[in-house]
């Protein structure tokens, strides 16, 4: 058996897509779906059960999941806006501490969610080899994941473990996050209802508006690189991104070119409440991973938001495996 922790949410749900692409069936969803849409998620695909995340600690410890494989622990509140830091304690890191503490135990291959927002305003790089106890993350959602990080090194269980810090991942089966929803799909639906889209103004020297930059990546490229890891049962703690910085006029224009829409856009005032928390330029370094010997392309930016507009978000089923012939 395979466990997705999060499974119902947008990378978790993407994951056991990827798995079933890999004829594997035999997976147990873990998640919280609460009052949200995420069961949509689950709509097209195939799984053995399904169980509550407060229910699924006890399940461990009494040992009532026999022959698990691995655990893909995706589960957390991934909300960069998230106040509540005793919130984000207990659901980010001592829930995915219990996690990792059984899998070691029992041997267990364990793949978790870190994440860029580790790495704070960037000013010391990108780089999954530099030392993490000098990342100073820029929100409690950032430090409850570096938390993480700092307990397994700390803890000497870091080889135990492999751990992706995923960047600006967009893509299907994103749709019931809000806020938190990528610029792709708000782009989208912005655009659809109105026309133009809205972008923030820049209020940092060197960056024009709009060319504030992010490593975006394609949520089929992130299920293929998670998949590549659990293929070679890799260890450590690794960046996931293109390795390419694109700015938000490079996304949204095309979006309108996907669309076949004249580009209108209107830069407008950042809310205050964010202005000291914006990250202006994020890009993965990608060298330690790609020595593992991942040599596979990533969708281009351009590529990417057309396969998701014109395969998901224009179908009448947007979710993941809408159809037969969809590929990783």
Not at 29 to 34: E, I, K, M, N, R
Not at 55 to 81: V, W
Not at 183 to 198: F, H, N, P, R
Not at 201 to 225: N, P, T
């Amino acid at each position: 058996m395979i466990i997705v922790t999060g499974g119902a949410g947008f990378i978790g749900s993407a994951i056991v897509w990827g798995l079933n692409k890999k004829g594997i069936n035999d997976i147990l969803v873990v998640d919280h779906l609460g009052n949200s849409d995420k069961w949509k998620n689950l709509n097209n695909l195939q799984f053995k059960d399904y169980v509550e995340k407060d229910e699924f600690p006890d399940i461990l410890i009494s040992n009532k999941c026999a022959h698990i494989e691995a655990i893909f622990h995706m589960g957390a509140c991934s909300s960069t806006t998230e106040k509540d830091s005793t919130y984000l304690i207990h659901n980010n890191f001592e829930y995915t501490k219990l996690v990792a503490q059984y899998a070691i135990r029992k041997n267990i291959y364990f793949i978790y969610a870190s994440s860029a927002a580790t790495y704070g305003d960037g000013r010391l790089g990108f780089s999954d080899q530099m030392n993490i106890d000098n990342l100073f993350p820029l929100n409690p959602y950032g430090f409850s994941k570096q938390l993480f990080d700092i307990w397994a090194k700390r803890n000497r269980v870091d080889h135990h473990l492999m751990g992706f810090k995923f960047f600006n991942v967009y893509g299907p089966n994103e749709y019931h996050k809000g806020e938190m929803k990528s610029v792709v799909c708000k782009a989208y639906y912005q655009i659809k209802e109105t026309g133009q889209m809205k972008l923030f103004k820049s209020y940092k020297d060197g960056f024009a508006h709009g060319e504030q930059k992010r490593d975006f990546i394609y949520i089929k490229d992130v299920v293929d690189a998670v998949l590549y890891a659990f293929d070679n049962r890799l260890k450590g703690l690794y960046n996931l991104g293109t390795g390419k910085a694109r700015t938000f006029l490079d996304l949204v224009k095309s979006v309108f070119r996907a669309l076949n829409l004249p580009e209108k856009i209107e830069f407008i005032e950042m809310p205050e409440s964010i202005r000291n928390q914006y990250q202006y330029f994020t890009e993965a370094d990608m060298k330690k991973f790609k020595e593992t010997g991942y040599n596979r392309s990533f969708y281009s930016l351009e590529d990417g938001i057309f396969d998701y507009i014109n395969n998901y978000l224009e179908s009448y089923n947007k979710y993941l495996g809408n159809r037969k012939d969809e590929k990783v």
